[in-house]
Nanobody, 121 residues
Framework: QLQASGGGLVQSGDSLRLSCAASGLSFSDYDMGWFRQTAGKEREFVGFINWVSRTTWYADSVKGRFAISRDNAKNTVYLQMNSLKPQDTAVYYC????????????????WGQGTLVTVSS
């Protein structure tokens, strides 16, 4: 299971950190990703961190503002969001995919339930 938390209502320019706690899987063997979705739009891949924390990737829309990290000892992945904009408003989902699958961007094996982030202008 993946349990995302940390969403809320913030103002433009604020920061927020989302967490995603994993259970029931060998966390250190999984690439971890974040996605977001707003009503009426397709799900957007925000970024990911690979299983050994040596590779991260971010969508252009968040590059330089968001950062993904993980703590394998705590089975938790984080999404640090800085300089938030109203267009960052979405439900954010974490996802996990085995490192050997290399499919974190496409069709991850496991999904969290989502946490809502609302950025007011």
């Amino acid at each position: 299971q993946l349990q995302a938390s940390g969403g809320g209502l913030v103002q433009s320019g604020d920061s927020l950190r989302l967490s995603c706690a994993a259970s029931g899987l060998s966390f250190s063997d999984y690439d971890m990703g974040w996605f977001r979705q707003t009503a009426g739009k397709e799900r957007e891949f925000v970024g990911f961190i690979n299983w050994v924390s040596r590779t991260t990737w971010y969508a252009d829309s968040v590059k330089g503002r968001f950062a993904i990290s993980r703590d394998n000892a705590k089975n938790t992945v984080y999404l640090q969001m800085n300089s938030l904009k109203p267009q960052d408003t979405a439900v954010y989902y974490c996802a996990a995919d085995p490192w050997y699958s290399a499919n974190i961007r496409g069709n991850p094996k496991y999904w969290g339930q989502g946490t809502l982030v609302t950025v007011s202008s």
